[in-house]
Each structure stands twice: as structure tokens, then as C-alpha cells.
């Protein structure tokens, strides 16, 4: 028998849960398919499907899954609805399942992320298994090896992250989802421009966000969203290490209007606040990173 | 412009919203002992000056409420309440707090919703900041009275809404809302509420229309801010009305506050072929209520929103289908800070005539 082919839009959250996703398939005897890095085709697909309002890494994500429908059996969009009051996520998290079902018209393997109703990763990836004729201790089995082997990943990033904080280098700190600053099309040719300066770059989802997720307390106290909270609060894990703060944002991100807007009122770091709109033209953007670095630059030598 | 009030007298203000304005008011002036200020009248300034300082891409309410406040605070207002929850609604307080704070007023602010979630003790907490007194069971009774008179009004304007366009007499729904309205604020008690409400309800029976049987029915449905404040939607039922149009509406505050998580399940349930989770905000009533509309003989849709309002973008895809397997128009506004008036009455006629003209067949 073939084995079932799984596909995962390199999109929204496989930044988050990829890793735990591809070993836990891997582990159940699946073949995983994960679509290709972003690029100007996935992108134009998406925009067909997608509402001309809709936020950017929206768009991308129906790219990707637009990618996907024909290539595997099953396409995975979980919804991720909260992980306690204080930490819920962007109302997309909420509708994506839903806007990918009405939009296309494939088979999707869907769990729901509601840790206040006990519904998380461990439930809904188990009962994926069992409906793939696993037993129950089987399935198990196989998440808790994928959870190790993400988990070993994760650490191994931070480790990596926190090492940075010691060189005597610029360090700037991008804070930003994931899924932007890591999207091959939007985000990594920033994080090309930046290295190109010669600065070292901190990034706020590489910490354990446990910690980071109480810190963000002290810069917003209302603040509700799991994932603007998480990248907040290394803002103030590391103000007295950094240099600057880049804030990084897809246009036009909720949750990121306010909660940057927030921040960026209330710390007293130099920062510079990039927003990604559908466009090819980076070169203003390089522009504005260059004398942004340049302050940096100057404020660090006369500090010497 | 004064932008210190802080010491001399306290005076209360909070966002406005439609006729709401005048519950709110009767609650805050029999529960609080300082002054309180109605919100002034959304204008052209209030938009112009909440957008001057709101971040770039922030949904409407944001900027028409920060606008408001700005507004009350030239006016001597000292003490701010903004309520909110859902979607960011929830989270609109604190960044508001700080951009006023930012431009150097003074004042105390008063947050009724945290985290998206209603608590009673932090509520109470809030309220003592500035009224140590607080009695919770004179509170209770007015907030009853409140309650009971969101209701009637509500009631009220469903009527109005159904007959307003063929009123024979011009502005007289309008005009008796106004009455009624003013009438309202003034009651003592539960009874006397009830009393005026009946009146008032047979008044607006008696007024004269000129119903033709089969007249062409509209539904409204989109993000609750704009569909309840006219301002924002830069008067679309009012427009409606002049086209002899049958206008029906869901969202109003009674819904909002004491039926939505009721309803909510009755929705998805309802809708279950299309929608299987929440969706954020009113997303997933208003596909409940698409399909709705589209089964029950409704002429048309119309679908309003601030721009950016992430949940409604959400839903849009789905109404759009819901419509297309019902073979029922339907329409988009999106409207903004400096969306033109000219622009939406054009949209509406052509509407209008496309309607009509499908009815003729």
C-alpha cells in the first residue's frame, strides 16, 4: 500500500508546530509534504483565492495550500483558538480552517487548539493517528518522539539566540511573527539586507516563551494575544544587551497595529518600524535599514 | 485648550455609539455621584482628529472612539470608560490611554472589559478608583432598568426599521423616536419604563404607512461598531429607507450583551455545512445569518464593515459563497476614515436598480 501522502503549507503555522508536525507524521509511517519556500507563483495563487483585504501571510498561506491541493491526500489546517484567556491569537488562527474549506475543495485533516475546552496538540494529533487505524498507546508513542525531537530543535536555537546577546557586535532585535521574517519571499531578503551590515540579529521568537510570555506584562498588561505577547516580551528579556529593536509586520496585521504600536510608545530603545505590503520594492526598505544602522553606529561609539 | 482638568470637578464621558447614548447615560448618572457628559456627536472632525493619532492600519472604531475622546476631553471630561471584547476590541483601552497620555491630558481611565472577558471583580475594581462609594445594589437595580430600556429600544427600531421607508408622513418615525428617546431618559422606575414603552409602541403602530405586500426586503449584516453607529456608515439604513426598502438587522446591544453566547451555537449550528469553529467577533453570525437571509426571501445583502476588521475579512469568502449557491446579490462596504459619501449613494442605487430589476422578473 502507498503510504498517505500529508501536505503542510510552509505558511502561518508551520513556524510554530512545524517540527513537532513532520517528525509525528514521519513517526506514524506517513509521507510529509511540505510546500516550497514562497515564491512569486505561490504568491500570485493566493492573491486569486484570497479577499483583496485579507493580511498578507493570509494570502500566502492560500498559496501555499493552493500548491498542495492536487499533490497529497490530505492537507493538514489546524485552528489554534486559545491557549488561556490571557493568550489568544489573531482571529485567522480562528477562520482558517473554515476559509480553506469553503475555498478549496480538497480533504483537510483539521484539529482545533482550545486549551481552556482541554483540546491541544497532544489530543488532536492522537486522534489523527488513531483515525489512520493506530492504537492509541502507538500514537502516543509517536508524538511524545516527535515533541523530543522539536523540542531538541527548539533549544538548540535558543542556545544559538541567547549566544549572540555576548559578542561586542551591533545587536539589533527583530521583532516580528515568524511566519514574516522567516517567509523566503518577504522576510529573509531583510534579514540578507541586514547582515550585509554587519550587525548581529537577535530574533524574538528564538527564547523560551514561557518566560518571555510573563515579561511582556510589564510592557502591556491587557495584551491578549499569545504570539504578540511571546515577542514582546524579549523586548524586555534583552533591552540592556541590544542596541535597537526592528519591528517587522505584514500589512495589515491586527494584532501587530495596536501591540507594536504599544511597545514602541513605551520602551526606550531605538527602533525602526518596517511594514511588508505586497510589493516588490525593497530598495526603500534598504534605505531606511541603512541609517537606521548608522544611528545605531554612532550612539554605540560615542557611548565608548 | 485646556488640557489640564485634573483636581476640579469630576466629569465622566465614554465612547458614543448610535442612541446608545442615552441608556448609558441614565445608568452612569443614577449610579455615579460625579458629573457625566454625554459623548459629543460623531462629525467629520471627530474621524479627522482620531485618525491624526492612530497607528496606520488600526480598524475604524478605534479612531472614531479615540476621536471622541479627544473631543470630551477639550470639553473638561476627566474621567474616560471604554468598554470592549472579542475581537481588538478588547485590547483598544490601553493603547488609548497612552496616546492620550501621550499628548499631555490628564485624566483617569477606566477600562469595564480586560482580556476579552467580563469580570465582576475587576470591574469593581475599576469603578473604585474613582467612586469609593459604589452601591452594588442600587447598581443592580439601574442596571436592570438599563437593561430592560437597551431592550425596548431595540425593539423599537426593529419596528422602525421595517417601516420607515414608507412612512406617508415625512421624518414622523423619527421624530417620535426622538420623543420617546428623550422620554425614556427621564423614567424613575422599572414600571414607569414599561408603562411608556406600551404607549409609545402603539403611538408608532398608529402612524400612518403605506406597506405594499411584496415590497423588496434588504438584510444588513457586517462588524458590529459600524452597523450600529450611523456615522460610520455614513447613514446607509436612512439612504435604504428613501428607496422604499424593508431593511432587517441583527446586531444591536441587547444582542451583543445578552444573547450573543446564546446564539452562538444556534449559528454554527445552523450554518454547519459552511462553518465548523468560531470565527472571531460576529464573523460566524453573520454566515449563520446569510443563510438565513438567502433562504428566507430577502431581495438582497448588504455586508458593511470598517476597513481592516480582521474577523468580517475572514467571513467574506464564505458569504460570497453562501450567496452564489443561493443565487442572492450581495454587496461590500468597507468604509474608512475618508470614504466618500457620493461614492457609497452611487453603489447603493446601482444596487437598488439591479434589485428591483430582478424582482421584475
Known amino acids: ?24 507524521f514521519e513517526n506514524i509511517n506517513c509521507e510529509v509534504i511540505v510546500s516550497p519556500p514562497t515564491n512569486r507563483d505561490i504568491i500570485n495563487n493566493g492573491i486569486k483565492y484570497a479577499n483583496d483585504e485579507m493580511c498578507l501571510a493570509l494570502k500566502i498561506y492560500l498559496g501555499h495550500v493552493a500548491y498542495l491541493k492536487d499533490k497529497c491526500d490530505y492537507i493538514l489546517v489546524p485552528r489554534i483558538d486559545q491557549y488561556d484567556v490571557n493568550n489568544q491569537t489573531c482571529t485567522n488562527f480562528l477562520a482558517i480552517y473554515d476559509i480553506v474549506k469553503n475555498l478549496f475543495d480538497c480533504k483537510i485533516l483539521n484539529y482545533n487548539i482550545d486549551v481552556k475546552n482541554k483540546e491541544n496538540d497532544f489530543v488532536g494529533l492522537v486522534e489523527i493517528g488513531q483515525v ?55 522576510g529573509i531578503p531583510i534579514i540578507k539586507m541586514l547582515k550585509k551590515f554587519n ?25 491578549y494575544w499569545k504570539f504578540s505577547r511571546d515577542e514582546l516580551g524579549s523586548i524586555e528579556l534583552v533591552k540592556n544587551l541590544i542596541d535597537g529593536v526592528i519591528f517587522i509586520s505584514s500589512f495589515p496585521c491586527g494584532p501587530d497595529s495596536l501591540a507594536n504600536e504599544l511597545a514602541m510608545r513605551r520602551i526606550d530603545l531605538p527602533y525602526l518600524n518596517i511594514i511588508i505590503d505586497d510589493i516588490d520594492a525593497l530598495t526603500g526598505i534598504e534605505t531606511r535599514i541603512e541609517s537606521f544602522i548608522d544611528i545605531l553606529d554612532v550612539k554605540k561609539q560615542s557611548r565608548r | 485648550m485646556s488640557k489640564n482638568n485634573q483636581g476640579a470637578k469630576k466629569i465622566l464621558s465614554f465612547p458614543q455609539m448610535g442612541n446608545y447614548y442615552i441608556p448609558v ?68 483601552s490601553e493603547l488609548q490611554e497612552q496616546i492620550l497620555k501621550d499628548l499631555g491630558y490628564e485624566f483617569t481611565f477606566v477600562n469595564f472589559v480586560t482580556a476579552g472577558n467580563r469580570n465582576i471583580k475587576n470591574i469593581l475594581k475599576e469603578i473604585r478608583k474613582f467612586e469609593p462609594k459604589f452601591k452594588k445594589i442600587r447598581a443592580l437595580y439601574y442596571l436592570f432598568i438599563t437593561s430592560k430600556m437597551i431592550k425596548y429600544m431595540d425593539n423599537i427600531d426593529h419596528y422602525i426599521r421595517e417601516n420607515i421607508g414608507f412612512e406617508v408622513e415625512k421624518d414622523s418615525f423619527i421624530k417620535l423616536n426622538n420623543r420617546m428617546l428623550k422620554d425614556f431618559s427621564k423614567v424613575k422606575s422599572y414600571y414607569q419604563l414599561r408603562k411608556l414603552y406600551k404607549s409609545y409602541f402603539m403611538k408608532f403602530r398608529e402612524l400612518k404607512i403605506n406597506k405594499p405586500e411584496n415590497c423588496l426586503k434588504v438584510g444588513i449584516i457586517g462588524e458590529l461598531y459600524t452597523v450600529m453607529e450611523p456615522f460610520a456608515n455614513y447613514y446607509l439604513e436612512r439612504e435604504l429607507a428613501s428607496y422604499n426598502i424593508e431593511i432587517k438587522r441583527y446586531t444591536n446591544a441587547h444582542y451583543l450583551v445578552f444573547e450573543k453566547a446564546r446564539e452562538v451555537k444556534k449559528y454554527l449550528k445552523y450554518a454547519s455545512e459552511y462553518i465548523k ?9 453573520n454566515i449563520g445569518r446569510t443563510k438565513y437571509l438567502c433562504t428566507h426571501g430577502f431581495d438582497g445583502i448588504i455586508h458593511i464593515k470598517s476597513s481592516f476588521c480582521t474577523p468580517e475579512i475572514g467571513a467574506m469568502p464564505i458569504i460570497n459563497k453562501i450567496c452564489k449557491q443561493y443565487n442572492v446579490p450581495v454587496i461590500y462596504f468597507s468604509f474608512d476614515a475618508n470614504t466618500s459619501e457620493v461614492g457609497i449613494k452611487t453603489r447603493i442605487e446601482a444596487f437598488y436598480d439591479m434589485i428591483e430589476m430582478r424582482r421584475e422578473k
Open chain 2, 277 to 285: 469553529y468560531r470565527m472571531g467577533a460576529d464573523a460566524h453570525d
Open chain 1, 1 to 24: 500500500m502507498d503510504k498517505i501522502k500529508i501536505g503542510i503549507p510552509r505558511a502561518l503555522h508551520y513556524y510554530y508546530l512545524g517540527n513537532l508536525w513532520k517528525n509525528y
Open chain 2, 25 to 92: 447615560k441614565y445608568l452612569f448618572k443614577h449610579i455615579f455621584s460625579c458629573e457625566i457628559m454625554s459623548p459629543p456627536n460623531i462629525t467629520t472632525k471627530t474621524i479627522e482628529l482620531g485618525s491624526k493619532y492612530s497607528p496606520e492600519f488600526v480598524c475604524t472604531p478605534f479612531k472614531y472612539t479615540l476621536g471622541t475622546f479627544i473631543e470630551s476631553l477639550d470639553r473638561g471630561a476627566n474621567i474616560l470608560v471604554q468598554a470592549g471584547g472579542g475581537c481588538r476590541y478588547g485590547y483598544y
Open chain 1, 199 to 223: 550587525v548581529d540579529i537577535i530574533y524574538s521568537d528564538k527564547f523560551d516563551d514561557k518566560r518571555t510570555n510573563l515579561l511582556s506584562t510589564k510592557i502591556s498588561n491587557t495584551l
Open chain 1, 132 to 186: 489512520f487505524g493506530l492504537s492509541t498507546s502507538q500514537a502516543i508513542r509517536a508524538y511524545n518522539k516527535a515533541l523530543d525531537t522539536a523540542n531538541k530543535i527548539k533549544n538548540k536555537d535558543i542556545i544559538i539566540n541567547t549566544k549572540k546577546l555576548e559578542t561586542h557586535n551591533l545587536k539589533v532585535l527583530l521583532v516580528s511573527h515568524p511566519y514574516v521574517i522567516y517567509d523566503q519571499y518577504f
